[in-house]
């Protein structure tokens, strides 16, 4: 057993980066397609929840698999050239890429990304439409521009709101990194199945495999509990003076 320890922590350390990369990235994508499904231009709306729709429909695994082998496609298409129609003119794109290897961990980084953005921001739009109109009544008042009122009265309460939500979204983030050994990226599942093949232990590697994800979790969990304690903090306070 010894030997295999090695290649599993290097293992978990990729699925780690992986699962916290497709966070952050997650999170930046997720506030966007609340913003564009909270349109008031209604096509826009409407693109943006057919979207969220046909994503949330799929398979995951399919999704995956999907941009790991659609990517090289992509980026022959766009070195190739096309040519769009529009009515008074027509545009031309063509790129000048030289490598067409494709990254797995950035695919499935790109997948994650996708996956977790598409559900985030479901939870990001819930908490947005909890946010009183009064609030943002008062604001113009006051007057404060859209901008300062987004980033300084809504989104703090957005993301008190919907913390919750986040955050069994990044539990079930990080299980499904495990989808990404069917694009030949070495994480914890990969490396567990590469042992077992070398071992033929199955039920030994896969335990040890699940003890690992069960520890991250855990830790995730804490680590979450401390930041709702951060963000409602001020709430906690008045109920208690109360």
Not at 122 to 133: D, M, V
Not at 212 to 237: A, D
């Amino acid at each position: 057993m010894d030997g295999y320890i090695l290649p599993l922590t290097q293992a978990t350390s990729i699925t780690l980066s992986l699962a916290l990369v497709s966070l952050v990235v997650g999170i930046f994508f997720a506030f966007i397609f609340t913003l564009l499904e909270s349109s008031p231009i209604k096509p826009v709306a409407w693109l943006m929840s057919l979207f969220n729709l046909t994503i949330r429909a799929l398979p995951e695994l399919l999704i995956v698999v999907a941009i790991y082998n659609g990517l090289p496609l992509l980026l022959i298409l766009l070195n190739d050239g096309f040519t769009i129609n529009l009515y008074f003119t027509s545009l031309t794109i063509q790129l000048d890429i030289q490598d067409f290897n494709i990254n797995p961990f950035l695919c499935g980084v790109s997948a994650l990304s996708l996956l977790y953005a598409v559900y985030a921001s479901q939870t990001l739009r819930g908490a947005f439409k909890a946010i009183s109109n009064g609030q943002k009544q008062a604001a113009q008042v006051l007057g404060l521009s859209k901008s300062r009122t987004f980033f300084r009265i809504i989104m703090p309460q957005m993301w008190r709101h919907a913390l919750p939500g986040l955050s069994n979204q990044w539990l079930i983030l990080l299980k499904d990194t495990a989808l990404v050994s069917a694009i030949a990226i070495n994480d914890l599942m990969m490396q567990t199945k590469a042992i077992i093949a070398r071992t033929n232990q199955p039920f030994l590697w896969y335990f040890i495999a699940m003890i690992i994800y069960l520890i991250i979790s855990i830790l995730s969990q804490k680590v979450i509990s401390q930041i709702e304690n951060r963000s409602t903090y001020f709430e906690q306070s008045t109920s208690a003076k109360n």
